[in-house]
């Protein structure tokens, strides 16, 4: 679902007491998927299509010498080729999945050899077809089905899916059954802490969960009622990961290595799973598995942000079986220069001068009017002459207001 109007802060608010440091683990098993390193790309709608998750893995591998080569991050802190360990897919409808044709399918559940191991997330509130939509996944060849229960928008609680069922803990337990019966596959889920701080129900619902037979989970650590607003309470993290056996995960506030490391420290939870961090720093899990390795990490120059652009750019036009072009080539041409608008938005977060590029980009009408703004600001920034303005408008807020970007 598209979300709109809200704001990222470059620095969120978070508690003080966001302190200590351990290595994120080296590896997660969740049943017989191994999950190296344990780290997590979040399912984010309107974002983790095939083309961004495989964009994001590419931005996680180590190559050549150098500080950020394989040979400084050794196979006990990582996999020695990519430092996001799990992809998870946008979260797709069950009730639209069981009932659209199988070319349309398609387009929500293509993925490619280079994206294992990676998650096909579900959410709705009917078990059954919740259990047809994760055979169908299984059948797709995906390693591990999710069912979401974190989605806070009003048009997914309107059918009691997301965080509505949050209110229902019989009926997930009705789910959880259904779905485990039906798919072979890891089973897990993702949800938030409860409806309101009058209805925290994490804990319980956890235990359900592994009653039931699931193999991981993943606790975003806002209520519903939070949406994206204060800060992710990680002590909720600590009580799930005391009160169960299986792997638990941990999501809200990760946007540094140094992030990764106290909510390992403070949690001692399994794996990290990384949302609205990873759009606005897509080096993010190779920053960790470098942080882990050696204490610290490479920060992206203007040239490195310059060059994600590009690749993601054309990640996007050479991806075009995504966006329908044989079917309707002015819809995909749209939609591919769209997202090229969204995220050139975001990469230049924090560069001085980044809120002209932005504008500039906006008014563009096609993909190469696109690039070619961005390449001439990158130009321009080989020889910086940043104003105060610019410098203070490189540490202002990160807007999302205009983009597509929902996650639990």
């Keep these: 679902m598209a979300g709109r109007g809200f704001t990222v802060k470059k620095e969120w608010e978070q508690p003080t007491e966001r302190t200590g440091s351990m290595p994120v683990p080296a590896e997660m098993k969740i049943g017989p998927v191994e999950v190296r390193p344990a780290t997590v790309l979040a399912p984010m709608a309107g974002v983790t299509d095939t083309i961004f998750r495989r964009f994001m893995r590419h931005a996680s591998l180590f190559s050549g010498p150098g500080p950020d080569s394989s040979e400084n991050v050794e196979s006990s802190v990582s996999n020695t080729q990519s430092g996001c360990g799990l992809l998870m897919t946008e979260f797709t409808s069950a009730d639209g999945l069981s009932r659209m044709r199988e070319s349309k399918r398609k387009r929500y559940l293509t993925f490619f050899d280079d994206e294992h191991p990676i998650s096909a997330q579900l959410f709705g509130s009917n078990p059954q077809t919740l259990a047809e939509a994760a055979r169908i996944c299984q059948d797709t060849g995906f390693d591990i089905v999710d069912l979401n229960l974190g989605c806070p928008a009003k048009r997914v609680v309107g059918c009691n899916g997301g965080s509505g069922l949050l209110r229902d803990l019989p009926k997930i337990g009705e789910i959880f059954r259904a779905v485990r019966k039906s798919v072979s596959i890891p089973f897990t889920v993702k949800f938030r802490l409860g409806w309101n701080d009058e209805n925290i129900v994490c804990v319980e619902l956890a235990k359900i969960a592994e009653s039931e037979g699931l193999n991981a989970l993943a606790l975003h650590a806002r209520t519903r009622e939070q949406s994206y607003t204060g800060y992710a309470r990680w002590e909720w993290i600590a009580a799930v990961k005391q009160a169960v056996k299986i792997p638990v995960i941990g999501n809200g506030d990760v946007r540094t290595p140094e992030d990764a490391a106290a909510m390992i420290a403070q949690t001692g939870c399994d794996g990290v799973m990384i949302g609205r961090g990873a759009p606005a720093n897509p080096w993010i899990f190779r920053q960790i598995a470098q942080f882990t390795a050696t204490g610290a990490y490479d920060k992206p120059t203007s040239a490195d942000r310059h060059h994600i652009i590009r690749a993601y750019f054309h990640m996007l036009m050479a991806g075009g079986e995504m966006y329908d072009i044989s079917e309707k080539p002015e819809n995909a041409i749209r939609e591919a220069a769209g997202k090229m608008k969204q995220f050139a938005a975001w990469f230049t977060h924090g560069v001085p001068g980044g809120a002209k590029l932005r504008a500039s980009i906006y008014q563009a009408k096609t993909s190469r009017a696109i690039l070619d703004q961005v390449d001439a600001f990158f130009e321009a920034q080989a020889n910086p ?21 929902v996650c639990d």
């Design 385 to 405: 002459s940043a104003t105060n303005e610019e410098l203070a408008e490189a540490n202002a807020p990160l807007d999302f207001s205009d983009a597509a970007l």
